[in-house]
């Protein structure tokens, strides 16, 4: 629990709350917002400067930080470098049991609310002038690529946290929540810091992501992974009908789309960039998978466009109208719409086979060698041949040629043995093996040496059978040759 007092949490800085989960001493970009309504401005500044600049922030302004990092000055998802917790923005004041509760009184009902659906205790709760800001820190930052898991996590707080207000808008990784000791122009109230959950040294808790993701998602990690390659192995990596769903099925899916958009960024790093003529191609393709992946949503589609475009090219004026179909599929999608072929139902969005997108973009199998998704069903099942190969490695499993030399090695110390007089069990207990597997190690060492296996002759192994006698176990020819 808290065992801060009030002037030790009014103490909490908007410095030392922001290096909660930022880190100055990282690569990467970090985003201010600042103003009121149509006049609000944003800017973007690399971490190293971020204590400088906060420093310098209007205590008197409203003023808003960027919970993650990103690759360039511009806090799009699609520009993600890595997160470090995860939150939830609280309008405690649109409930009507908050009403005529401080902002303490508020930080416990969080409290008790978690606690009574089993959700671990946020690691701070920041007064946000007029709700609650609850975060959950991690004890190391995750990179984009395990976005959708995180995505999947905060729509499972937002789900619980429902009755206390928590917005279902405020829960993508491009969002920013306020500035602790700014003003809320809106009420007048100072953000601030109202609970610190410490651990054992008396330092706000962190949560392993893995731990996170146990407690909160209703499927393993291991096990949705191996079922999400399963599944994509056998249908040749088609997307799965989509939706809003948060069961496992969903969660493939929206994973899938994320893979999908990556391998596609990819590809055009492979070939130097995207051509002319395929610049609005790879865009609507990567903007439809991005809203497939849920990580964005047609409110921010056209932001995230517009940094998806200036990747492909940052003097490229496309036009927008050409999205409005892809625009108008999105808010079916988001509405839980259906499109019914075949008898099947798919979601609103585009959900191509990989054939499809193969020839579409003309990949070729050395491409498809760097790509994670966009590859062909035989790819697909060689893949699956390497990976069967590495698992039964790591479970003690050898190729043949490596457990042939051990085979012949174990002959090679059986019959050492036995020439220096050893019994049968007395090889057995030095070899560390059973007295069955010695007598076969020398039974086969013996059927090398016979000249009836070397000669492969039926008349002369009638003879040497009549001319080798058995002494003891061990094969030898009359005169005591051994």
């Not at 020398?442 to 000249?451: I, N």
Request: aromatic share 8%; proline share 4%; glycine share 8%.
């Amino acid at each position: 629990m808290d065992t801060r007092s009030s002037a030790q949490l009014a103490l909490f800085d908007p410095d030392e709350e922001a290096r909660s989960y930022h880190d100055a001493a990282r690569w990467g970009y970090f985003s201010l917002l600042t103003g009121q309504g149509s006049a609000r401005k944003q800017d973007s500044y690399k971490l190293a400067v971020m204590p400088t600049i906060l420093s310098m922030v209007d205590p008197t302004r409203d003023t808003w930080l960027s919970q993650a990092e990103f690759t360039v000055p511009n806090r799009r998802v699609v520009n993600l470098l890595r997160i470090g917790l995860l939150f939830a923005d609280l309008d405690t004041y649109r409930q009507p049991w908050a009403q005529g509760r401080t902002p303490e009184q508020l930080a416990a009902a969080v409290l008790h609310h978690c606690a009574e659906e089993g959700l671990p205790p946020p690691s701070l709760l920041v007064y946000s002038g007029r709700g609650i800001q609850a975060k959950w820190l991690l004890d190391g930052t995750i990179p984009r690529q395990a976005l959708p898991r995180w995505n999947a996590c905060q729509r499972y707080l937002i789900d619980r946290l429902a009755p206390l207000g928590a917005d279902p808008v405020a829960k993508d990784a491009s969002r920013v929540l306020r500035l602790v000791n700014t003003v809320n122009t809106k009420s007048g109230n100072v953000c601030r810091v109202v609970h610190v959950q410490n651990d054992a040294n008396g330092d706000p808790v962190r949560y392993g992501f893995e731990y996170l993701a146990e407690a909160l998602l209703p499927v393993a990690r291991w096990t949705i992974e191996e079922q999400r390659r399963d599944r994509a192995e056998r249908r040749q990596l088609k997307l799965m009908p989509g939706g809003k769903s948060d069961n496992l099925r969903g969660f493939s899916g929206r994973q899938l789309a994320w893979d999908r958009l990556e391998d596609l960024r990819k590809l055009a790093e492979l070939r130097g960039g995207v051509q002319e003529g395929e610049r609005m191609q790879h865009l609507f393709w990567r903007l439809n998978f991005l809203l497939l992946s849920g990580a964005t949503n047609s409110s921010l589609m056209y932001h995230e466009a517009a940094a998806l475009a200036g990747e492909l090219d940052s003097t490229w004026s496309y036009r927008s109208k050409e999205l409005m179909t892809l625009y108008a599929k999105a808010k079916a999608y988001e509405a839980g719409e259906k499109v019914t072929l075949g008898g099947k139902e798919f979601a609103p969005l585009y959900t191509p086979k990989n054939d499809t997108l193969i020839s579409l973009f003309r990949i070729t199998d050395d491409e498809q060698r760097q790509l994670r998704t966009l590859i062909s069903a035989g790819m697909a099942a060689e893949r699956h041949k390497t990976r069967q190969k590495a698992r039964r490695r790591a479970a003690g499993a050898v190729d043949r040629d490596t457990y042939l030399e051990a085979a012949q090695a174990r002959r090679r110390d059986a019959q050492a043995l036995r020439a220096e007089g050893l019994s049968v069990r007395g090889i057995a207990e030095r070899l560390g093996v059973s007295v069955g597997a010695v007598a076969g190690y020398l039974k086969a060492a013996d059927s090398v040496q016979s000249p009836c296996v070397l000669q492969g002759h039926e008349a002369v192994a009638d003879r040497c059978s009549k001319s080798v006698r058995i002494t003891n176990g061990v094969a030898s020819a009359p005169g005591g040759a051994g």
